[in-house]
């Protein structure tokens, strides 16, 4: 079903299934013999939330490349390691340039406030559906873990006023900020509450904040990604899961984050997927890869003037 303004999901069922997937990738890359990422807690909650694929990629009896290499998106679990790499590193340079106020959004099945060190002061603020936030803190406190920060989930859609929610939580727009969208303007949010998001940021965002984020760098979709997607929606059927991946984000042109960034204030720097696997240490993407699915992201790190 093609998504809507007010449709709504869990971690098992349309957007959500999609932090489902990049857990299971995230916990595939951390059995690996030399890993760049350790996320004890991906297998966890991926087995917690109950899709049988996701499950069987966490668990190492599947890999994704036995799923999803004929649709154009190769080494998918690499692609999301060094994706949760950077970021993690982007947080590491922010507390040591001492930023200690931290807003991830639409913070998904990552389990950062439990999983990476913090300096002491800081505070975290993690924004999602209110059944996700839900769901992931329940789960994490019955594994008991312990978040490594001050962690004040707020549960709230995006579409929505999350700005004055996340006031409501003792969010100080006065402080520098580190802020993160992983996965989310790619397409997961209508065109014009992509803008809604920026503009948000942009007025919450003290002198020295920062922001890092991945964004689509196409306008609209083109025939090859649709293909692509009917593809791996094809294959995730055969292996028993009924997602229809080409209804999963909103029609329209993407935002030029950067560009929109740096017409508002903010030093923005661009970068690609060959970059982030150069960062992390990983092989270099070949040419059918690097012209695959994933080309098309683009990422960004900026800085508050």
Do not use: C
Not at 20 to 28: G, K, L, S
Not at 69 to 76: E, Q, S
Not at 103 to 111: E, P
Not at 197 to 224: N, P
Request: glycine share 8%; charged share 25%.
């Amino acid at each position: 079903m093609p998504r809507t303004d007010r449709d709504s999901w869990d971690l098992a069922s349309s957007v959500g299934a999609t932090a489902t997937m990049v857990a299971a990738a995230r916990a595939a890359a951390s059995r690996r013999p030399d890993p760049v990422i350790d996320d004890p807690f991906a297998e966890p909650l991926v087995r917690a939330v109950g899709l049988n694929l996701f499950t069987r990629v966490a668990s190492g009896e599947i890999d994704f490349a036995d799923v999803d290499d004929d649709a154009g998106f190769p080494r998918m679990v690499d692609t999301f390691a060094a994706r949760a790499r950077i970021y993690d590193d982007y947080f590491a340079e922010a507390g040591r340039a001492g930023v200690r106020q931290v807003v991830i959004l639409a913070s998904g099945l990552d389990a950062r406030p439990y999983r990476l060190s913090w300096p002491a002061q800081t505070t975290l603020y993690e924004i999602d559906q209110p059944e996700v936030i839900e769901f992931k803190t329940t789960t994490l406190a019955g594994l008991g873990a312990v978040p490594g920060a001050q962690h004040r989930p707020v549960g709230i859609d995006l579409r929505a006023d999350w700005p004055a929610a996340l006031r409501s939580a003792g969010f100080d727009a006065r402080q520098p900020t580190a802020w993160l969208a992983e996965g989310v303007l790619i397409g997961f949010l209508p065109p014009d509450a992509e803008v809604r998001l920026l503009d948000s940021v942009i007025e919450l965002s003290a002198t020295g904040s920062t922001f890092a984020a991945d964004y689509g760098t196409v306008r609209g979709q083109t025939e090859k990604e649709r293909e692509q997607a009917r593809i791996i929606t094809d294959s995730w059927r055969e292996h028993g899961l009924e997602l229809d991946i080409p209804d999963l984000t909103y029609p329209g042109e993407h935002t030029d984050v950067a560009a929109y960034l740096g017409g508002h204030g903010w030093d923005a720097d661009r970068s690609g997927l060959a970059d982030l696997f150069a960062a992390a240490g990983l092989a270099p993407l070949d040419a059918e890869a690097r012209a695959g699915t994933p080309a098309s992201i683009g990422f960004v790190r900026a800085t508050r003037r």
